[in-house]
């Protein structure tokens, strides 16, 4: 039987139009073929006639801002940005165990893979929704949380900047 967590999926960034303007029509295609998935949004209010909109959609709920948003109490983290270098509620979501699903844009396709979760062309709200509901229902992702932290930890990302300015800068390590 499904956990709650498993009939929930969480957004996570300011409540905007890059990031969530795709949001409303997902949000509207997954309530057409799930009525039950509630979609939470994690995130400052920065235009607030895009969190009005949100708000009265029937399976959207606007959680606010929250430093440390709990991801495993999700079944998915969705990414509905136009554009992203690589957000790090990814990692952070992945790190717990919990797949993702997103358009395929900037740096995203660098961290999710097939046994990760989903990546969708685009701005294909419809493809995105049953994405996600495809992924609320699988039970068997094979997300290695470990390497997850080790391959995208803030030391190693500072660690590869080092290396990068020292190769620039003409001196060794």
């Known amino acids: 039987e499904r956990s709650a967590g498993n ?49 009265m959609l029937p399976n959207v709920v606007l959680k606010g801002f929250c430093s440390k948003p709990p991801f495993w109490n999700y079944g998915v983290l969705m990414c509905t940005s136009s554009s992203e270098n690589l957000p790090i509620s990814i990692c952070e979501a992945l790190a717990c165990g919990i797949p993702v699903v997103s358009f395929n844009v900037g740096g995203i396709s660098e961290v999710v893979n097939e046994e990760r979760g989903y990546l969708v062309r685009p701005f294909d709200s419809d493809e995105l929704a049953v994405k996600a509901i495809k992924a ?35 001196e060794t390590k």
């Not at 390497?147 to 020292?166: K, N, P, Q, T």
């Open 7 to 55: 009939m929930r999926i969480m957004v996570v960034g300011s409540v905007c139009r890059w990031k969530y303007g795709h949001l409303v029509p997902v949000a509207k295609r997954i309530y057409e073929l799930c009525p039950d998935v509630i979609i939470h949004v994690y995130g400052n209010i920065v235009e607030r006639e895009l969190a009005d909109e949100l708000s």
């Open 136 to 170: 609320l229902g699988c039970d068997n992702w094979n997300i290695n949380s470990e390497e997850v932290r080790r391959e995208f930890s803030w030391e190693r990302a500072s660690g590869r900047y080092l290396d990068l300015f020292a190769k620039l800068t003409g």
